[in-house]
């Protein structure tokens, strides 16, 4: 059984520019959440996708945007890169019940330079 | 004031020792409680769930202090294989895991 997977594992990419993140969910889940991790800090909450819509958001500028197919793959874009985006990208998957554990993939580490 | 807040170390200890890692959270209307794991530049791994009033796994305990909104984990007779960051997490609602807020983590290295 796949965890979570996410692709690409790391990237370098130039203030200014636009980046694809991606996302596939552990067998059998159907919630993505999106969490940036800044080196040194906890995750922080991007956002979450349930049923194709965002249905939480925490607290990030519209440069992030995401999506989720319906085969509940998600992807998270981010739009006019700044340097302070450098971060580890996580994604984590959940089934959308009572008292489900959130799994993590390996994550995403975004350079921008 | 940080939503989860927590000592970030490093706490460096000695094989076998008892380590105790603190935890407070700022909305008292949470409902789930959780440590993570994490190992350098991996992602986080689910340690413990913390419900009502705590449980125990092995060596590791979390106890959960909801009127003072602290939660706690004590691992005993640490191992080198403890080394890692320890993430507090709570979970605004008792169903699905949703916006997790993590605090920034607290760091343990054992030393042989």
């Known amino acids: 059984d796949a965890g979570v997977t996410q692709s690409p594992t790391h990237l370098i990419k130039t203030r200014g520019q636009q980046v694809t993140l991606r996302c596939s969910p552990k067998?059998?889940?159907?919630?993505v959440s999106w969490y940036q991790q800044a080196l040194g800090q906890g995750p922080q909450f991007i956002f979450q996708?349930?049923?194709?819509?965002?249905?939480q958001r925490g607290n990030f500028p519209d440069r992030f945007s995401g999506h989720q197919f319906p085969n509940y793959s998600s992807e998270l874009n981010v739009n006019a890169l700044l340097l302070g985006d450098s971060a580890l990208y996580l994604c984590?998957?959940?089934?959308?019940?009572?008292?489900?554990?959130?799994?993590f993939g390996q994550g995403t580490r975004l350079t921008v330079v | 004031r940080k939503e989860v807040e927590q000592d970030p170390g490093p706490f460096n200890v000695p094989e076998g020792a008892t380590v105790a890692f603190n935890c407070t959270y700022s909305n008292s209307a949470s409902q789930s409680f959780f440590w993570y794991r994490q190992d350098c530049r991996k992602e986080p791994k689910l340690l413990m769930s913390?419900?009502?009033s705590g449980n125990e796994d092995g060596r590791f305990t979390a106890q959960l202090n909801r009127a003072s909104q602290y939660i706690s984990l004590l691992i005993r007779d640490s191992k080198l294989s403890d080394s890692a960051t320890y993430l507090c997490v709570v979970n605004p609602s008792s169903g699905s895991a949703r916006q997790l807020t993590f605090g920034s983590g607290t760091q343990l290295t054992v030393l042989p």
């Open positions: 996708y349930y049923e194709e819509e965002e249905r």
């Open positions: 913390v419900y009502s």
């Open positions: 984590a998957s959940s089934f959308a019940g009572v008292r489900t554990e959130a799994f």
């Open positions: 067998s059998g889940h159907d919630t």
